[in-house]
């Protein structure tokens, strides 16, 4: 893959979250909400499916590399610490202050 057509995503706590599409040359800011305190972000392979986890808040989730977002409000508010997702973004795994990891299709 050139390296120019790879996908980024990063979060910035209490600040937004951002994509790249060009390998970080350029930023888009996708996500603005300072009351957050975005803690970790995850990415399917090809930047398309984005998650983000907020500390003593919610997981969210993004199907259209951040354009939109979803909170789910199934995994509950809980002190997320990461998240991690799978290659094709199907799933993924959160872990909570104290080490308690959820998965989630």
């Known amino acids: 893959m050139p390296l120019s057509s790879m ?18 040359v350029t930023w888009t800011e996708r996500f603005d909400d300072e009351s957050r305190s975005w803690l970790s972000i995850a990415s399917s392979s090809d930047g398309t499916k984005l998650a983000a986890v907020v500390q003593n808040g919610s997981i969210w989730t993004s199907t259209d590399a951040g354009v939109t977002w979803t909170e789910q409000i199934d995994a509950g508010s809980r002190a997320w ?9 199907t799933n993924l795994a959160a872990v909570v202050v104290g080490g308690s990891i959820w998965t989630f299709a």
């Open 81 to 89: 610490v990461s998240i991690a997702s799978s290659s094709d973004g």
């Open 7 to 24: 996908n980024l995503a990063a979060a910035v706590n209490r600040g937004s979250i951002w994509t790249s599409t060009d390998a970080g």
